[in-house]
């Protein structure tokens, strides 16, 4: 559980649950289907990212790393998208998320979720669509650089600032870590309804929105099956409706 002290103490006065998010941010879109899965009432704080609302003082306040999303729980700041579904899973029992057993291996579903996020999704997204949508002026880039102390995060804005973009070699690389990644999901969804069995768990919320976001990008999904029947299913959610595509209704036009 990744819990931060906010410079902005304002958010610490705050009851029930807020969340801040984006539309497109495919972290953001876990939370919301984990909150429609607990059937949670929520207070909604939407950031619109190709604005670069994220990229203020008051937000930065909030959140470190200036990403959405992050929940503030009765004052309590959460940060980092498979850290805020884990603990509301804890926090809210019921319905459960979690298997009966293979708490471990739902667990290593998350961590590889987040560990490729910066190294594969990111560059994928950003290369495909995002990058001109986003681009900054020489003031927000200066701004941005002013308060993002993470490193990771100043590393992979730089390669498409001041004009540049990222290219075939960012491209090349994400492609050969989401091959590895499906080929493993691919795998597992093998005479499985849902990735750790027969009912829906953390491990699907956290890799459905990766898959929806890349379908989106044209990432190829044909030579998977399991994937393809395990993403149909979501569909008739609520929770996938109300999570992902009431905000991103055709992300593929975005």
Known sequence: MVVVIPTDTSVQSLKGLHLYHGAISNCSMRVRMTLFEK???????????KKKENISDAYFGINPNGLVPTLVHNG???IESNDIIDYLDKTYKEPPLRPADGEDEMMAWLKLATSIHVSAIKPYVYATKMQQKVQKTAAEEAKYDAL????ELKKFHAKHAGGNALGAADM???KVILEDCFSKLEKALEGREWMMGDHITLADISWIPVH???VGC?????NYPNIQRWANAFKSRE??????IKWCPDFSKE
């Open 39 to 49: 059937g949670l009432e929520w207070t909604s704080h939407h950031l619109d990212l």
């Open 76 to 78: 309590v700041v959460h």
């Open 148 to 151: 993002q102390t993470n490193e």
């Open 172 to 174: 090349a690389r994400s």
């Open 212 to 214: 929806f976001v890349l």
């Open 218 to 222: 044209g990432y190829p999904f044909e």
């Open 239 to 244: 929770s996938y409706q109300e999570g992902i």
